[in-house]
């Protein structure tokens, strides 16, 4: 009896793992979505510089999410792509002004009877409410020669452009690209010493202070 049972439980085992195998190779071999459905509400309100994801189910579940596609069908000055990865079951938005926009989720070839819209109200920013926070600790050690990267948090009404940096003494430290502004922000270290870095919301009075002390470089 005790063999009997033994060998009923390995082939559920076996069978289980045949069953997750061909569900595996069904969705690695590409297979169409027949369906798709909206996760979350069809209207969305945001405020301008905030980013923001939309989402979509596949059905059946297995089926490859490479087949969908996105797109924004009204108001491209409104909102936009925050990244180029429009071929999956979600996507990411930043919402640029105010005002309202469609985006739409859809399967390869099959548009007409497939599309699952969402509407996008983007409001203006209250200027008052916008704030920015210091990630991690007001001072940060790093070797000179070495590089060190900085983060700020900011609050939804808060565009990525408006974020910028600045570098008290640049004979410490000094920007790793020519791109300034954004919630985090790569530096080099060029010799020992201790500088300020500070990001600042640009028109406000509203900024962090992190204190740099580079210190001299020991080769192990």
Same mark, same amino acid.
């Given at each position: 009896?005790?063999?009997?049972?033994? &060998? @009923?439980?390995?082939?559920?085992?076996?069978?289980?793992?045949?069953?997750?195998?061909?569900?595996?190779?069904?969705?690695?071999?590409?297979?169409?979505?027949?369906?798709?459905?909206? @996760?979350?509400?069809?209207?969305?309100?945001?405020?301008?510089?905030? /980013?923001?994801?939309?989402?979509?189910?596949?059905?059946?579940?297995?089926?490859?999410?490479?087949?969908?596609?996105?797109? $924004?069908? !009204?108001?491209? +000055?409104?909102?936009?792509?925050? =990244?180029?990865?429009?071929?999956?079951?979600?996507?990411?938005?930043?919402?640029?002004?105010?005002?309202?926009? &469609?985006?739409?989720? #859809?399967? &390869?070839?099959?548009?007409?009877?497939?599309?699952?819209?969402?509407? $996008?109200?983007? +409001? +203006?920013?209250?200027?008052?409410?916008?704030? $920015?926070?210091?990630?991690? !600790?007001?001072?940060?050690?790093?070797?000179? #020669?070495?590089?060190?990267?900085?983060?700020?948090?900011? !609050?939804?009404? @808060?565009?990525?452009?408006?974020?910028?940096?600045?570098?008290?003494?640049?004979?410490?430290?000094?920007? /790793? !690209? +020519?791109?300034?502004?954004?919630? /985090?922000?790569?530096?080099?270290?060029?010799?020992?010493?201790?500088?300020?870095? %500070?990001?600042?919301?640009?028109?406000?009075?509203?900024?962090?202070?992190? %204190?740099? &002390?580079?210190?001299? #470089?020991? =080769?192990?």
């Amino acid at each position: 009896m005790k063999k009997l049972r033994s &060998k @009923v439980i390995l082939f559920a085992a076996v069978a289980a793992l045949l069953i997750s195998a061909v569900l595996n190779v069904s969705a690695a071999n590409g297979v169409k979505p027949k369906k798709i459905s909206r @996760v979350g509400k069809a209207s969305r309100s945001v405020t301008v510089g905030e /980013e923001f994801e939309l989402k979509v189910k596949v059905n059946p579940g297995y089926a490859d999410d490479d087949y969908l596609r996105w797109k $924004i069908i !009204s108001g491209k +000055k409104i909102i936009t792509f925050d =990244d180029y990865d429009t071929n999956d079951d979600e996507a990411d938005f930043r919402a640029l002004k105010a005002g309202t926009a &469609k985006a739409r989720c #859809y399967i &390869k070839g099959k548009e007409s009877s497939t599309k699952t819209d969402f509407t $996008i109200t983007v +409001k +203006k920013a209250d200027a008052a409410k916008q704030k $920015i926070t210091r990630v991690g !600790s007001k001072t940060q050690y790093a070797e000179a #020669y070495d590089d060190i990267e900085l983060e700020v948090k900011k !609050s939804g009404g @808060v565009a990525e452009s408006k974020l910028e940096w600045s570098i008290g003494n640049t004979k410490i430290l000094r920007f /790793e !690209s +020519k791109k300034h502004t954004g919630h /985090e922000m790569e530096f080099e270290t060029l010799k020992p010493g201790t500088t300020t870095v %500070t990001c600042k919301i640009k028109g406000t009075d509203k900024k962090v202070t992190f %204190t740099v &002390k580079v210190l001299a #470089y020991y =080769d192990d």
